[in-house]
C-alpha cells in the first residue's frame, strides 16, 4: 500500500502496523489524518494475509483532535467530524482481526477513544491517557463516554471525563485501562508478541469472539447521542472560550452559555 508521511502502513509477516507519524505535532488528528487512518484500517481490515493489527505512534500516540480545526467548526460541521471518528472506533471494534494498541507517551482526547476502540492496549511506562475535552467546553466526540466506563466502570470514568484529569500508566493498568505495562524500548518487541500469538488463532473464531464481546445492543444508540451532544456544544459560547483559552496558554472563563 502506498503510504503518506504522516501514516504509515507496514507489514512485518501477519501483521499489520498503523504508525501516526507527525511528531512534531504529537500526532494529533485533523480530519486529512482521520481520513488516512480510515483508509489504512480499509486496506489492512481487506488483507486476507493479515491477520492483527497493531496501531502506535512515533513519540506520542496522539495527543487528540487538531485544536485549531475545531475552533472554526460551527455545529453541523463538528457533526461531520464526530461522525468520522466514531466510524474509525466502530471500524476497529468491527475489524475481524485482533487491533492492539502500542502506546508510548501522550494518549489523549480522539487518542485516547481510538485506544479505547483497539481490542488490546499495551503501554509503555511513560504513557499517559486523558479525556480533557471539558477542558475546552467540549465533551468526548469519537465514543468514551460509552467505551470508557465499559472498561473502567462509571464511577472512574466519570471522574477523568469531568475533571479532564490524566492516568500515568501505572494507575491505567490499576483500574483495567490498560492490559500490560512495559519498558518504553520493549514497547514494539512485546506488543509484537502479543499479535503473533492471536494471529495463529482461528481467524473465524477471533472475529465470533469480537462480535459476542462487544454486546451491548444500546451502545450504537448511545453513541449517537454523544455526536448529537457534542455538536450542541460548538453553539455554545463556552466552548469558543475554551479553545481560544487553550491557544492562548490561558485558564478558561467559563460563562454557562
Known amino acids: 500500500m502506498d503510504t503518506a508521511d504522516d501514516i504509515r502502513v507496514d507489514r512485518k509477516d501477519e501483521i499489520g502496523v498503523i504508525t501516526f507519524n507527525r511528531p512534531h505535532v504529537m500526532n494529533i488528528m485533523g480530519t486529512d489524518m482521520l481520513t488516512k487512518l480510515e483508509d489504512a484500517l480499509t486496506h489492512l481490515g481487506n488483507d486476507r494475509q493479515i491477520k492483527a493489527v497493531i496501531i ?68 509503555a511506562e511513560n504513557a499517559k491517557f486523558g479525556q480533557p475535552e471539558i477542558n475546552l467546553g467540549l465533551i468526548p466526540g469519537f465514543g468514551a ?19 479532564g484529569r490524566f492516568v500515568d500508566a501505572q494507575e491505567a493498568a490499576t483500574i483495567g485501562l490498560v492490559n500490560k505495562v512495559v519498558k518504553n524500548e520493549e514497547l514494539m518487541a512485546r506488543t509484537g508478541e502479543m499479535g503473533q500469538a492471536m494471529a495463529r488463532k482461528s481467524p473465524v473464531a477471533i472475529k465470533m469472539a469480537k462480535t459476542l464481546l462487544r454486546g451491548d445492543h444500546e451502545m450504537p444508540r448511545l453513541l449517537e447521542r454523544e455526536i448529537t451532544y457534542l455538536s450542541q456544544c460548538f453553539a455554545t459560547e463556552d466552548h469558543l472560550e475554551g479553545i481560544n483559552a487553550f491557544l492562548e496558554k490561558r485558564r478558561p472563563r467559563f460563562k454557562d452559555r
Not at 62 to 85: H, M, N, V
Not at 145 to 163: C, D, N, V, Y
Open 56 to 123: 502506535r505512534g512515533t513519540t506520542h500516540f496522539c495527543a487528540g483532535a487538531d485544536i485549531k480545526e475545531l475552533k472554526d467548526k460551527d455545529p453541523g460541521t463538528a457533526e461531520i467530524f464526530s461522525r468520522l471518528g466514531h466510524g474509525i472506533c466502530n471500524q476497529i471494534e468491527d475489524m475481524g482481526k485482533a487491533v492492539i494498541a502500542a502506546v508510548e507517551g501522550y494518549a489523549l482526547g480522539a487518542g485516547c477513544e481510538i485506544a479505547l476502540a483497539c481490542d488490546i492496549r499495551i503501554v
Open 145 to 163: 463516554s460509552q467505551r470508557l466506563p465499559r472498561l473502567i466502570g462509571t464511577g472512574r470514568a466519570k471522574e477523568m471525563i469531568l475533571t
